[in-house]
């Protein structure tokens, strides 16, 4: 039996010192995980509040038919999707643009800046991917589960989840491969 069964079983029974610490378990891990998805602190911690709330309202409703963990996963999972359904484009962070250091006389504080340059458009072609496949990508990637697991939390066929995850790869070869091609003209 799960460890957290007891846990579960008592905030469904509207014990809030359960359920407090069933928060405690696992604010954390939804914590990286909105982070991850938004790429931004504070639409992580609005996601994170969010996901405990509706995870209170439907407490009773959860059957345990997977763990609590992957349960709260999904809804977190959702809420990020939802944001990014709803966040516009004029809402990027400016940060995310990409700026490419000069190339003359590099020193090993250059070499870093434009790794950090190069980590910087990463993150920003991730962000740039349409919703389903930055959610698969980085549901493969950072959380490093298999397309099974991937296609569950995404409500779609492994085979899907697979198309996903490799059109993912196709658009961040392209985006990056403009970000190459940049770099080397300076």
């Known amino acids: 039996m799960d460890p957290e069964h007891g846990l579960v079983s008592a905030a469904q029974r509207g014990d809030l010192e359960a359920f407090s610490r ?4 696992h604010q954390e891990r939804i914590y990286a995980l909105a982070v991850r998805m938004t790429r931004n602190h504070h639409d ?5 509040q969010e ?3 509706l995870a209170y309202r439907k407490l009773k409703g959860f059957r345990g038919k997977s763990s609590l963990g992957t349960w709260l996963h999904r809804i977190a999972v959702n809420l ?9 484009p004029s809402e990027l ?3 995310m ?4 250091p000069d190339r003359e006389n590099r020193t090993r504080i250059e070499v870093q800046a434009q790794a950090n340059q190069l980590k910087e458009s990463l993150a920003s072609a991730v962000a ?3 919703p389903r496949q930055r959610m698969c990508f980085l549901l493969r990637t950072q959380e490093n589960l298999k397309y099974r697991e991937v296609s569950r939390l995404m409500k779609c066929k492994e085979g899907t989840a697979k198309a996903l995850y490799h059109q993912a790869l ?3 070869r392209k985006d990056l491969s403009a970000y190459v091609e940049e770099s080397h003209a300076i």
Request: hydrophobic fraction near 40%; glycine fraction near 2%; proline fraction near 6%.
């Open 97 to 100: 643009i990409p700026r490419i």
């Open 128 to 130: 740039k991917l349409p």
């Open 51 to 53: 996901t405990f709330i």
């Open 170 to 172: 196709g658009n961040l």
């Open 22 to 25: 069933l928060i405690q378990i």
């Open 44 to 48: 992580a911690e609005d996601i994170t």
């Open 93 to 95: 962070d400016e940060e």
């Open 80 to 88: 990020c999707l939802s944001r990014a359904r709803k966040k516009r």
